[in-house]
């Protein structure tokens, strides 16, 4: 299995952080986790994950503007990026159809399914 | 245990100063971390070994001198069990000695080793144990998601309230990815016919049955009154029982709640799963068992707007679950609390209407803590003014968030009065008496008991009598002494039953 992969979390919510690290950790990835988006964004940079999993409202850089700035990075670098948001409209679903490797998952989320595409994902680039 | 890197710092710090050397290995004798340069003389790998293996079979201070070099070692512990050892050692002439080269006096002989490390065990085992507490309360959040999940998907689908065989398949569908298990299927009866239809199954890749498979498997379940409780069916695994074992060449488990809902019974909904190394969770079983009765309740009424509601109050009720996970004072607090108040209205002769108002208020009754910070509800000192006012506000804020529920109207007053005293020195309105709604007095007996009892429990203190005459003392003054009265007899009577 494809382990030892650098995972992102970025949610301004503590308890999902908590929850998503664990829960990945006890899989064997490798876990960061950021509070807001532009500690996301910095650790994207710095620490080039394999899976980067999102909020869309957060403070200092919303999930939106994240995927934006990161997108050109995804050029050079894939990485899959798990937008978690509460409500999908319309408008939602067409920016992220836009970016490279973007996915959704609507809250509440359940924590199996992400787990199940990450690891649809890693495999499928092996 | 790898959450004790934190202390490699601290003891690497100490090192230089009293010349002792440490180390933290795991119960298997690993190496979590070392301070200094490895000291061969000081620490023989053998003989460390050794001395952790002591240390885990007699959980117990150990001390060994070999030429000039002493090793010692204590053991770590959370509640249950002995994780490792934190071991020292160096050389008995040297270090914590008078007149040495440190500017520390003292002596490496066991008792004063055995303190030393005794203290610094007691700070490590500290953080593995809070570090374990949150870790188990972060894997029941991790249910709790799953469950939250489930129903939501399954709110979002059943918008139509028409149970139609399409909406069936997508609901067997999110029970086999949301649940792990390899097969879900219901069958169902419809109205005046007993034959039970069965809905096609969904079943995962690995999954190959013949074709009556399923009605076999519930044609055995009224046979077997052994493993027939009232409102499902298990089999934890298939080889116990050669009836089970013949149906299906691999080992499985199987789980079928019925659905029925207040007495009608519609037929089952089951799941089979091939996973033997883990079991169907009690929170499973519980799910099951709602999503169950509310496929009853979709089947057997055919007012939209009810449904609909029910729905919604079933998913508020989720969320009273998500609540009590953040303040780790009140687990299971509403269900109880909801008992008491069954038990008093029953007592009391309460019409149907009061009843149900009752019912939903007492489950309900602390929906508007869910804004209010964890840091807030878990706090053990005393509260500053500003925060009890928005502990305080937790009752006006339940009702609003309620209100959209028409089915809830006659609930709402239990909910924002709960926390009236009987002689008007509560909030949010300072209601004395009679002017406080009796499902408002009600939740207040039996809320205020819960807390006594639970707090009580919690610190180990002995319960019984004392928590009845501490509600004595209460009532006329924040309790209503009627009610008081009638809640000693449901103490008494009907909840020593059982």
Redesign the interface.
């Known amino acids: 299995m494809a382990k030892n992969k650098k995972i992102l979390i970025i949610d301004d919510e503590a308890?999902i952080r908590?929850?998503l690290e664990?829960?990945l950790k006890n899989r064997g990835y490798e876990v960061l986790t950021a509070a807001n988006g532009e500690e996301g964004f910095s650790a994207i940079e710095s620490q080039q994950p394999e899976v980067v999993i999102s909020d869309i409202m957060m403070p200092k850089l919303d999930g939106k503007t994240l995927c934006e700035k990161t997108n050109p990075i995804k050029k050079k670098r894939r990485f899959l990026t798990i937008i978690v948001t509460a409500r999908i409209n319309p408008e939602e679903r067409d920016w992220i159809a836009q970016m490279q490797d973007t996915i959704f998952m609507?809250k509440?989320?359940?924590?199996?399914?992400i787990v199940d595409a990450i690891e649809k994902y890693l495999k499928g680039r092996e | 245990m790898n959450e004790l890197k934190t202390f490699e710092a601290l003891l690497s710090n100490i090192t230089p100063f009293c010349r002792l050397h440490f180390q933290i290995r795991d119960s298997a004798g690993k190496m979590i971390f070392f301070t200094g340069d490895a000291v061969p003389e000081a620490f023989p790998p053998e003989k460390s070994q050794v001395m952790v293996e002591t240390i885990i079979a007699q959980n117990r201070f150990q001390y060994d001198t070999a030429g000039p070099n002493f090793l010692c070692g204590h053991p770590l512990r959370n509640h249950q069990e002995t994780l490792g050892a934190l071991l020292a050692g160096g050389h008995s002439s040297r270090g914590l000695n008078p007149g040495e080269d440190t500017p520390f006096a003292g002596s490496t002989q066991p008792r004063e080793m055995e303190s030393l490390l005794g203290s610094l065990a007691a700070l490590v085992e500290e953080k593995l144990t809070t570090q374990q507490e949150i870790e188990e309360m972060t894997l029941k959040l991790d249910q709790g998601f799953e469950d939250l999940y489930l129903y939501a998907r399954i709110a979002s689908q059943i918008k139509t309230l028409k149970l139609s065989d399409d909406m069936l398949k997508l609901l067997m569908e999110e029970l086999l990815e949301s649940m792990r298990v390899d097969a879900a299927f219901a069958s169902l009866s419809h109205k005046r016919n007993y034959k039970l239809d069965l809905i096609p199954p969904r079943v995962s890749e690995k999954f190959s049955f013949q074709k009556n498979f399923f009605e076999k498997i519930l044609n055995l379940i009224p046979l077997n009154a052994t493993a027939t409780n009232e409102n499902y069916f298990i089999i934890n695994d298939s080889r116990e029982d050669p009836c089970y074992r013949e149906l299906l060449s691999e080992p499985y488990r199987f789980l079928a709640v019925r659905v029925q809902h207040q007495g009608a019974v519609y037929g089952w909904l089951g799941l089979l799963c091939f996973n033997l190394q883990e079991i169907f969770r009690q929170g499973e079983l519980k799910l099951l068992l709602s999503l169950a009765e509310q496929m009853a309740m979709i089947i057997n009424n055919t007012n939209l707007y009810k449904n609909l509601e029910q729905f919604v109050v079933n998913m508020v009720k989720s969320l009273v679950f998500a609540i009590e996970a953040k303040d780790r004072y009140t687990r299971g607090h509403s269900e109880r609390v909801s008992t008491y108040c069954m038990l008093m209205g029953a007592r009391l002769g309460l019409s149907k209407k009061d009843y149900e108002a009752l019912k939903w208020a007492s489950i309900l009754h602390d929906i508007g803590k869910i804004g209010i910070p964890e840091s807030i509800l878990n706090k053990k000192d005393q509260l500053t003014n500003a925060e009890f006012e928005i502990i305080k506000n937790h009752t006006v804020k339940g009702s609003k968030i309620l209100k959209p529920i028409e089915h809830l109207g006659d609930s709402l007053p239990g909910i924002i009065h709960h926390h009236e005293h009987f002689d008007g020195s509560g909030y949010p309105d300072g209601l004395r008496g009679e002017e406080i709604p009796l499902t408002a007095r009600i939740i207040a007996v039996a809320d205020t008991f819960d807390a006594i009892n639970f707090s009580r429990s919690y610190r180990g203190a002995s319960i019984d009598e004392k928590v009845i005459d501490i509600l004595e003392k209460l009532a006329g003054s924040q309790l209503d002494p009627r009610l008081v009265e009638v809640f000693k007899k449901v103490y008494t009577e009907d909840m020593k039953s059982d």
């Open positions: 308890y908590r929850v664990l829960k609507e509440p989320f359940s924590p199996n399914k």
